[in-house]
């Protein structure tokens, strides 16, 4: 989650970890976000530990923070490593400087630690004033990361991606209509491309929360929260009972409409707050989580029938030097002290 801006993934423009684990059912895989905007956080020992007692068997974190590298060294959890903003201008403009970036937090601990994805990025839009900076870099950083990682022998194991939002689309209800915002086609179809060439999947952030708390007027509550009775949305032949299956299905449709059809979707980050909001209660984060858990270990989407869907919640722990609006503090699913909030299962539906 983008620490400086809200996400909204809207009804009419769609989409919305600081570290993040991930939990495999069969084909599908549910994961969970550990960020450190904190200054009460458990360690990244004691972190490890309680992902590990909870049966959380993936992460993703947003830089390569060398304490929870270590931690995590014969764990088995999955990783999605984050390249930071900050750093995409030194990896795009000096290969060697990514292949020093791929050695240092990659190869020398992939022995023992299971690295999936890394994400180029978080979140950068060269239409929106907090990244616009970034943007010019985020594909060349891709490239030489790619390079590095293929350059080690790595290329089948660990995909090179970046992560995306809602901001991306131009147009996103109906989920068919799906399309990237026109100002961004430059921005976002090389990425596409490079994307498929390399039988990699792009990384997005979907937010139901974002688009509900944005759009209350013409998107109902159960719908956010995978409780509605029926269907709320029909698109042609295909019919939708929760905002995030719509908010993703109008990513693929964008996807199709820039040669990206073969392309497949990972939900780097999804999740409902518990405070801040009239809509950011205990129940509601408690029934969002559960249900998409739920949907997630048995379901796909209208428009990719038959194909797994991969999420992660956002967040592990409430983080209390999050900037922004209050709910941001508080989308985590444990407290500062290691306690649940509220009670979910990681492994049943």
């Known amino acids: 989650m983008v620490l400086t801006s809200n996400k909204s993934l809207l009804a009419p423009l769609l989409l919305g970890f600081v570290i993040m684990s991930y939990l495999t059912i069969g084909t599908q895989s549910i994961g969970v976000c550990y960020g450190r905007v904190g200054n009460n956080l458990p360690s990244p020992s004691q972190v490890i530990n309680l992902y590990k007692s909870n049966g959380i068997k ?13 931690a995590l060294r014969g764990s088995g959890i999955q990783l999605i490593l984050d390249v930071p903003n900050v750093d995409l201008q030194s990896l795009a403009t000096d290969a060697s400087a990514a292949a020093a970036w791929v050695q240092n937090n990659v190869v020398n601990y992939a022995s023992e630690v299971n690295f999936s994805y890394i994400a180029v990025g978080n979140e950068v839009l060269p239409t929106v004033d907090s990244t616009s900076r970034y ?4 594909l060349p950083a891709m490239k030489n990361i790619q390079s590095a990682i293929t350059s080690v022998g790595l290329k089948g194991q660990i995909k090179v ?8 689309l131009g147009t996103s209800y109906p989920p068919s209509s799906g399309s990237f915002n026109n100002q961004v086609s430059s921005f976002i179809n090389p990425i596409v491309s490079f994307l498929a060439q390399n039988d990699s999947p792009l990384l997005a952030n979907i937010y139901p929360y974002f ?5 209350r007027k013409d998107i109902q509550l159960p719908y956010a929260l995978f409780t509605a009775p029926g269907f709320t949305v029909e698109d042609g032949r295909f019919k939708y009972q929760n905002l995030f299956d719509a908010s993703l ?3 693929y449709a964008a996807l199709e409409r820039v040669n990206g059809a073969n392309l497949r979707v990972v939900v780097s980050e999804t ?14 984060a408690r029934t969002y989580h ?3 858990i739920k949907h997630v270990n048995g379901g796909s989407t209208p428009r990719r029938p038959g194909q797994a869907i991969e999420a992660y919640l956002f967040a592990m722990f409430d983080e209390n030097e999050k900037p922004g609006l209050e709910t941001e503090k508080h989308f985590g699913l444990f407290t500062p002290t290691q306690h649940s909030k509220y009670q979910i299962s990681f492994n049943s539906i």
């Open 58 to 70: 993936g992460m993703r974190i947003y830089d390569p923070y060398p304490e929870t590298l270590q």
């Open 135 to 138: 943007a010019q870099f985020v």
């Open 161 to 168: 991606s970046t992560a995306t939002y809602s901001a991306v």
């Open 211 to 215: 688009s509900y708390t944005g759009n």
């Open 249 to 251: 299905d109008a990513l």
């Open 271 to 284: 999740g409902w707050p518990s405070q801040g909001d009239p809509a950011a209660t205990v129940e509601n």
């Open 290 to 292: 559960r249900n998409l």
